[in-house]
């Protein structure tokens, strides 16, 4: 126990520690097979502005699985890529409903048990964290439990990354704008001066 103990704070150490969200993800993805043993898994982060959920992440998992599940969560409305639930369990996806429309990328990429579970932060969906196991799984409470602890931290880290994205992002604008005005007031005539400006 005080050995798993460990390996969750370091786990959360590491989470923490960039404010980059490709290193985030990284991070999370680690901690998904290290801590909860999956073979395989998928992150999957929500455009606020246009609600699409798109796979930043993906570790022994085809290209054409994640299109056709990124096809799948895109029919959800508002995004909500695990509905009102935290969790969405499926213990043999050869022989789930839920699956039948890419059984046969199922197949092809070996996996047999899928647990997806929300990043959620402040009620705001972030998107998910899907990992696959190789072996049939019994997703016990204790395995939940611990997946929605990486989740829960997650969601915060993935929060602060792109909190951080955006505020890079306003002060490259505002150093264009700054270089901009500087080119513009040093210009010695109204049609050179013009010329900057539609430029």
């Known amino acids: 126990m005080t050995a798993g103990f460990a390996a969750l704070e370091s786990f959360s150490r ?3 520690s960039s404010l980059q969200l490709d290193t985030v993800c990284e991070v999370l993805a680690d901690g998904m097979q290290a801590l909860l043993g999956a073979e395989h898994c998928a992150i999957f982060l929500l455009d606020q502005r246009t ?16 299109a056709a599940i990124e096809g799948a969560y895109r029919q959800l409305p508002g995004g909500q890529l695990v509905e009102q639930q935290r969790f969405q369990v499926i213990e043999d996806a050869r022989s789930d409903e839920r699956m039948a429309s890419v059984r046969p990328l199922v197949e ?4 047999v048990s899928m647990l997806l579970v929300a990043l959620r932060h402040q009620d705001v969906s972030l998107g998910a964290v899907a990992a696959y196991f190789d072996e049939p799984q019994r997703f016990d409470g204790s395995l939940l439990s611990l997946a929605q602890t990486l989740s829960n931290q997650a969601a915060i880290a993935i ?3 792109q909190s951080y994205q955006l505020a890079q992002q306003r002060v490259a604008e505002l ?6 005005a500087v080119e513009i007031n040093g210009q010695p005539d109204l049609q050179s001066t013009m010329e900057v400006i539609v430029r």
């Open 14 to 16: 590491q989470l923490n």
């Open 175 to 180: 150093e264009r704008l700054r270089q901009a």
């Open 51 to 66: 609600e699409v959920a798109s796979c930043v992440l993906a570790r022994g998992l085809s290209s054409d699985y994640i």
């Open 159 to 161: 929060t602060n990354a």
């Open 108 to 111: 092809s990429n070996g996996f």
